[in-house]
């Protein structure tokens, strides 16, 4: 069976789906994140943004604690993962993640890449997770590619794959870590059309990213980070045509 939550752990559905308190990050004397409080409402697409170096990413990686806090909490849906008692693995499995690099298994088809972790996380049988796989394969434009393997897709189309994969586990929310920065121009947009129609959907987001376009048309939410801070956060429409804070403005003067 599936891993359940520990009793005294239950969902708190009037929570935010994300919440980060007061989280800090060293590795050895490098301040990553110093004291990062935000959160991202159920439904909400929250976009981060900012230069390179700026902590996002280990912000992201935080979140589902692929990266360990060196102190603060992370809430998923008002359950504390930075909790020693909390049962880690099931909330992770309410969390879908998509990284700048595709991570798909090379040996393995478009369809056995969906259908692996289905299988031994969520203790589906073959055939339902073939027949879930080749849903979200729909969902993303690739349904003609279920045969393929990863070295026979563009960048673009791996990319895909990889968020249909995340779709197939049923998460909560989904975490995106610059998921374009790796594709050539051309194929940015079939990636950012799958996210924005995963927007209009309703999907919590949390989406790390250099798109301004996108982040100013399907952004609920914008935060610039800066030397492990957030220095600003607001409407993405406000914040990117009239910044406020000197840092967000430099940033900005570079990237639009």
Do not use: W
């Not at 004397?29 to 409080?37: A, E, K």
């Not at 393929?148 to 929310?173: E, F, K, T």
């Not at 801070?229 to 430099?250: F, S």
């Amino acid at each position: 069976m599936p891993q359940q939550l520990h009793p005294t752990q239950e969902i708190d559905h009037g929570a935010p789906a994300i919440e980060v308190r007061d989280l800090h990050k060293s590795f050895g004397d490098n301040h990553v994140l110093t004291g990062i409080d935000f959160h991202v409402d159920k439904g909400q697409v929250v976009c981060v943004i900012g230069p390179s170096g700026s902590g996002k990413s280990t912000l992201l990686r935080c979140v589902n604690r692929l990266e360990e806090p060196t102190s603060g909490q992370v809430l998923i849906e008002g359950i504390d993962i930075t909790d020693p008692e909390t049962e880690l693995d099931a909330v992770r499995s309410r969390i879908g993640m998509v990284f700048q690099q595709f991570n798909l298994f090379s040996h393995m088809t478009v369809l056995r890449n969906l259908t692996i972790a289905q299988q031994r996380a969520k203790k589906r049988s073959r055939r339902e997770a073939e027949e879930i796989a080749r849903a979200n394969l729909d969902r993303v434009g690739l349904s003609d590619k279920v045969d393929a393997y990863p070295a026979h897709l563009s960048g673009g189309q791996q990319q895909r794959v990889a968020i249909a994969r995340a779709l197939s586990m049923d998460p909560d929310m989904m975490l995106f870590d610059e998921p374009t920065s790796a594709l050539d121009p051309e194929l940015v947009g079939d990636v950012l059309d799958v996210m924005k129609t995963l927007a209009a959907e309703g999907m919590t987001m949390m989406v790390v990213t250099h798109e301004m376009g996108f982040a100013r048309e399907v952004g609920d939410e914008l935060v610039f980070m800066a030397d492990g801070v957030i220095c600003e956060e607001g409407d993405p429409r406000e914040v990117l045509a009239h910044p406020r804070e000197t840092r967000t403005q430099e940033f900005l003067s570079k990237v639009l």
